[in-house]
């Protein structure tokens, strides 16, 4: 338990210093994050072990950091060549490589980096970037927390025992209070701090959707590793895994605050 609590605290103050960076920081740390979390997801399904699929897990990352804000046309060609490759190798390795092992590949590549990004693209939302980008953490991070708290108190019924056998209906609300009690503290730095007015309505609908995105996020890890019969996704933190298992939440929860914030046009801040 000390390790844990050890590796969380170093953890969070990495993230503390790199969330208070400047964008070419953040891009290049979100990059890195995006081809970590893929590249333990590939050692789940052994993808590692093929060259062409870890030179497309690369290409992948780098489209929309990169790519991305060179030309955004050359996603399309991108993808469609990442297509070509994946149904080449299959046609030349078939005994190897099947149909489903390229449907496989074609998901993560496209949801893991795709997911992540969506980290700078909050970072890069005019004027309030740099107070948006703490949501999605703070929804996913406090509500695995009070997931975990809740359900070890109280347990009670399983919410899904065939992915994973230790999360319950109490841990599942107890992940929504944690992502709203964080949000609610986050509030009093914005209105104290920095004389920000929040729209709570639309404030504390996104913290319960963080926590819902966050929940979908952990169940989508979970049914990785119980296909790939694995406990954890690695060891980079002591205590606690691999780089995946502590940021599967945060894979949904980026996504669900940029489209809320910015694609829907929806103002929580003034």
Not at 15 to 23: F, T
Not at 39 to 48: G, L, N, T
Request: charged share 10%.
């Amino acid at each position: 338990m000390l390790q844990r609590w050890i590796s969380a605290i170093v953890a969070a103050s990495i993230l503390v210093a790199i969330l208070l960076s400047d964008v070419l920081i953040i891009k290049i740390c979100t990059i890195v994050l995006a081809m970590v979390a893929l590249y333990e997801v590939f050692c789940a399904f052994s993808f590692q072990k093929n060259p062409v699929f870890v030179f497309l897990g690369i290409v992948s990352c780098l489209s929309f950091g990169v790519f991305n804000r060179i030309n955004p046309n050359y996603l399309e060609a991108i993808a469609f060549i990442s297509i070509i490759i994946m149904i080449l190798v299959m046609i030349g390795s078939h005994k190897k490589v099947s149909f489903i092992d390229i449907t496989v590949l074609s998901f993560i590549l496209l949801v893991i980096p795709f997911c992540f990004e969506h980290i700078l693209f909050i970072r890069k939302i005019p004027e309030w970037g740099q107070y948006y980008i703490w949501l999605p953490f703070i929804g996913a991070f406090c509500s695995d927390s009070g997931a975990f708290f809740v359900g070890k108190a109280f347990g009670g019924k399983k919410l899904c025992p065939e992915l994973s056998p230790k999360k319950t209906i109490s841990g599942s609300i107890g992940g929504f209070i944690g992502s709203i009690v964080g949000f609610f503290l986050y509030s009093m730095v914005l209105i104290y701090y920095f004389k920000f007015q929040v729209s709570y309505l639309h404030y504390y609908i996104l913290a319960v959707l963080c926590s819902f995105a966050s929940q979908i996020g952990d169940l989508t890890a979970s049914a990785i590793k119980r296909h790939s019969s694995i406990k954890d996704f690695g060891n980079i933190m002591p205590g606690h895994g691999g780089l995946m298992d502590r940021v599967d939440g945060l894979m949904f929860s980026a996504p669900m605050v940029y489209v809320y914030v910015f694609s829907l046009g929806i103002v929580i801040f003034n």
